[in-house]
């Protein structure tokens, strides 16, 4: 079993950052790839960004390309997601998920979830 609380979220104005982080428990956080989906007012859960179990390689959705940066310290358990140049668009909650292949969590499966935290950007 793992579980998956995500800090860091808050009110922002456009063009501004944040930097949400994921403390994972469990021991077995450094073979899960991790990955941040959000979803928007009346909007289905979407993909922005995972990256694999050893960091290595990482992924985006087009939207948040250049602006978003995910990363991991599996010494700490901890998924991050640097957003910088944040739009209205942007706002939403965030959810931080777990999976032990990142394609898979790419598509929207995941094996664990957190329960969210909220983003808000100003105009």
């Known amino acids: 079993q793992v579980q998956l609380v995500e800090s860091g979220g808050g009110l922002v104005q456009a063009g501004g950052s944040l930097r949400l982080s994921c403390a994972a428990s469990?021991?077995?956080?450094?073979?899960?790839?991790m990955g941040w989906f959000l979803q928007a007012p009346g909007k289905e859960r979407e993909f922005v960004a995972a990256?694999?179990?050893?960091?290595?390689?990482?992924y985006y959705a087009n939207s948040v390309k250049g602006r978003f940066t995910i990363s991991r310290d599996n010494a700490k358990n901890t998924v991050y997601l640097q957003m910088n140049s944040l739009i209205p668009e942007d706002t939403a909650i965030y959810y931080c998920?777990?999976?032990?292949?990142?394609?898979?969590?790419?598509?929207?499966?995941?094996?664990?979830w957190g329960q969210g935290t909220q983003v808000n950007v100003s105009s």
């Open positions: 990256i694999d179990w050893n960091g290595f390689n990482t």
């Open positions: 998920a777990s999976h032990g292949r990142v394609d898979r969590l790419r598509n929207g499966r995941a094996d664990y």
């Open positions: 469990g021991r077995s956080f450094s073979t899960y790839a």
